[in-house]
Each structure stands twice: as C-alpha cells, then as structure tokens.
C-alpha cells in the first residue's frame, strides 16, 4: 500500500509559491531601499504592505507603510530558497513546519544570498514563507464545480518535514522552547 502511494504522481509534493517578506517597520527611505533589495532578488515589482493600527510604542501609525513583500513560483522559487536554505545550512527548527504543511524561515542579512554589498543600500533581513501544493489542489480554489481536497490529499506537517528531508537533505532540529 505504502509503495502505490509512493508511485502516484498526483500524491508528489511541489512547492507552490515562495513569499519574501522584508518588514522594516518604518516607511520612508529604509522601507524603498528594502523594496530594491527583493526586487534585486527576485526581478520581481515588490508590493508594499500597511499597519493595520497604530502603535505608540513603535511610533507606527494605521495604515503607514510597513513593509515589502514578493511573491515567487516556479523555477526562480526554488533557486531562491535553495540559496536561502544554504544561508541556514539546511537545518530548520521543528516549530518552523506549520500543521498546514507549509514552513517558513528567516535569515538576518541578506548579502548571504549572493547579493553583493552596497554600502548606500544597508543590510536587510528577510523572511522565507514556503506554500507547498500537491497536483489538484485547484480543486478547492476554481470558479465552477469547486469541491474540497479530501483529507488524506490535504499536506500535513509531517509530509512537508519528510518532503524538506528528501528534497534537501535539511535537518530537522528540535524546537528549543
């Protein structure tokens, strides 16, 4: 049973979409230097994202400019997550797979992907969001006759953490709570 599952194609596990996220916190100058930084990355137009409400404590006020984000598919979101996974040398947290069977991470500068050193421009982190998708999950998503993925198509944690494994030779650490 278990090497039927292994052969169907419509069981392979293919990343959907790679969302970078680049919160700066503060609009302004910062916020469009770190707008360059992905669109650099990705060849991509990155779209802003606003405060939902104002913070006093962090000087952020509802609907101010925030911070940037680009969505990637394809080829490209692989290339840039492997670059992103050699900055974290393969190894991910336990707590970094959600339920859902997505995973996400995060890196602190990012001249470790390869992007050379501009002093005008600063160092930026970024955040790594991984969306993973089987073959018919549009199922769920199409205008006429949409129906739902049945629960054993669904992707769950420990599918994601066995596809990272395999696709990347990564380690799985322990969550350190």
């Known amino acids: 049973m278990a090497e039927e599952k292994?052969?169907?194609?419509?069981?392979?596990i293919k990343?959907?979409?790679?969302?970078?996220n680049c919160s700066v916190g503060e609009s302004g100058d910062r916020l469009t230097?770190?707008?360059r930084v992905l669109e650099q990355l990705t060849g991509q137009q990155p779209v802003y994202s606003k405060a939902?409400?104002?913070?006093?404590?962090?000087?952020?006020?509802?609907?101010?400019?925030?911070?940037?984000h680009v969505t990637v598919r394809g080829e490209k979101a692989m290339e840039i997550l492997e670059r992103g996974l050699k900055v974290k040398e393969y190894e991910l947290l336990a707590k970094n797979f959600s339920n859902t069977g997505n995973f996400g991470f995060g890196i602190n500068e990012h001249i470790d992907l390869g992007i050379k050193y501009d002093p005008t421009t600063g160092i930026y982190g970024m955040d790594f969001f991984v969306c993973l998708t089987r073959?018919?999950?549009?199922?769920?998503?199409?205008?006429?006759?949409?129906?739902r993925v049945g629960f054993r198509h669904k992707i769950k944690r420990e599918d994601s953490v066995q596809?990272?494994?395999?696709?990347?030779?990564?380690?799985?650490?322990?969550?350190?709570?």
């Open 52 to 68: 939902r409400y104002t913070l006093r404590g962090f000087g952020i006020r509802r609907n101010e400019k925030i911070a940037v």
């Open 163 to 177: 596809w990272f494994q395999d696709r990347f030779e990564g380690v799985v650490l322990a969550s350190e709570e």
């Open 15 to 20: 990343v959907d979409k790679l969302i970078l």
């Open 6 to 12: 292994a052969k169907n194609v419509m069981r392979d």
């Open 33 to 35: 230097r770190a707008a």
């Open 135 to 147: 073959p018919g999950a549009r199922v769920a998503r199409r205008k006429t006759r949409n129906s």
